[in-house]
């Protein structure tokens, strides 16, 4: 009998519990007649902002808005560079691009596959105004050295933790160490909504209300048709908002299942010839969102996995520097990225992913290197 598949990512399982709760929550909204905004929205901001210790979060409609309105609320713009690694998903490039400044791809650290001190300072010209710390696959970027160094040279600190939702540094949430953090509750996240999402908590207070309300229109708070700023339209929906109150206790426990899991796959990848697993440094407590692994013969492990109805995917098959529209880009020494890419492979890992799964994806992962290499 041929086991039953195992898929990439399963985002129906950790939730089964949970479903009374998201009817009730949902049929609260449809009843009140408050979509966009309201108590719902306030009640998740404060837990969001609570959970970093922060005194502001601002809801907005995606990750990728949440990263733009946070430049446009510091006033970058046209003329300005901004500093991002080659290795992330786009969104954190186009935040850049939309508010009309030049993203400066950087390379990243070859065990931690995130930007150090060292590849942030190689991109930083005069024109540098910030840089945008990705928190990749999970596991935190070294905050110490990047905000030292941004310190020095007078540039801001803008947090990418779409993919880093409880990680963190030194024993302190990432996204509490730049000027502000910013997220996404896209579905596939560690804590996803039922569609897009995304907030910013910030220590900032002018900051916050900047992004507000570029998100809403421009909208002065006194006046809701007065518009001093030229803004846009991104807000989150109370819809949005009650699912992620439902979700957020669950967060940590998730997590861990997480964490069980990558320790699983490392004690038995750990030591493997042929493959290569990212190795964080001490101060990173990772959430695992991607459990990403590095081998020669990529396309290969990746077809093995698929004849044996394993769920694998790429992040990410291009750096940025090479996807079509941004290949005028300044970049810096991009070396690592590139030769890493053809490289990467996502292994399955969701909470609720159980060992025996594991297990079959360590056996067959194995033996397609092991055959690759005889
Ligand atoms: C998902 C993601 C984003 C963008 O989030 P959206 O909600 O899809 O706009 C930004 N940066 C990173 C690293 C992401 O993984």
């Not at 046209?78 to 935040?95: K, L, R, S, Y």
């Not at 993919?163 to 502000?180: E, I, P, S």
């Not at 309300?213 to 109370?238: C, M, Q, T, W």
């Not at 992913?353 to 360590?362: A, L, M």
């Amino acid at each position: 009998m041929t086991p039953p598949p195992v898929p990439f990512l399963d985002l129906e399982r950790s939730q089964r519990d949970l479903y009374e709760e998201f009817d009730a929550a949902w049929r609260s909204i449809t009843r009140s007649a408050r979509y966009v905004g309201g108590p719902v929205v306030e009640a998740f901001e404060g837990a969001w902002a609570a959970e970093h210790g922060l005194d502001h979060a601002v809801g907005v409609a995606n990750g990728t808005d949440a990263l733009e309105l946070v430049l446009r609320g510091l006033g970058i713009g046209p003329g300005d560079e901004v500093v991002v690694p080659a290795n992330t998903f786009i969104a954190t490039a186009e935040a850049v691009l939309a508010v009309g400044a030049l993203p400066h791809f950087v390379d990243v650290d070859p065990d931690t596959l995130l930007v150090t001190a060292s590849t942030v300072a190689s991109g930083i010209t005069d024109r540098t105004a910030a840089v945008i710390v990705v928190h990749l696959y999970g596991q935190a970027a070294d905050m110490t050295a990047i905000t030292a160094l941004a310190s020095r040279r007078g540039i801001a600190v803008v947090e990418d933790c779409a993919q880093a939702q409880g990680a963190q540094w030194d024993g302190r949430a990432v996204g509490t160490f730049g000027v502000a953090g910013c997220t996404s509750f896209y579905p596939g996240k560690n804590l996803g909504a039922f569609g897009d999402g995304g907030a910013v908590v910030t220590r900032d207070a002018a900051l916050a209300r900047a992004v507000r309300s570029f998100g809403d229109h421009g909208r002065s708070e006194i006046f809701k048709y007065e518009h001093p700023v030229v803004g846009r339209n991104s807000r989150l929906d109370a819809l949005q908002a009650a699912v992620l109150l439902v979700k957020l206790p669950h967060l940590q426990a998730w997590n861990t299942h997480r964490r069980n899991a990558a320790d699983q796959y490392s004690q038995r990848l750990g030591e493997e010839p042929g493959i290569t697993l990212t190795r964080q440094a001490p101060a990173s407590t990772s959430v695992h969102h991607l459990q990403v692994v590095r081998v020669d013969d990529r396309d290969r492990a990746q077809a093995d996995l698929a004849a044996e109805g394993i769920g694998t995917a790429v992040h990410y098959p291009f750096p940025c520097h090479q996807q079509k529209g941004y290949a005028v880009m300044p970049r810096a020494g991009v070396l690592e990225t590139e030769a890493t890419s053809p490289r990467l492979l996502s292994l399955p890992m969701f909470p609720g992913i159980d060992r025996e799964e594991v297990d079959r994806v360590c056996d067959v992962l194995i033996a397609s290197v092991r055959g690759s290499s005889a």
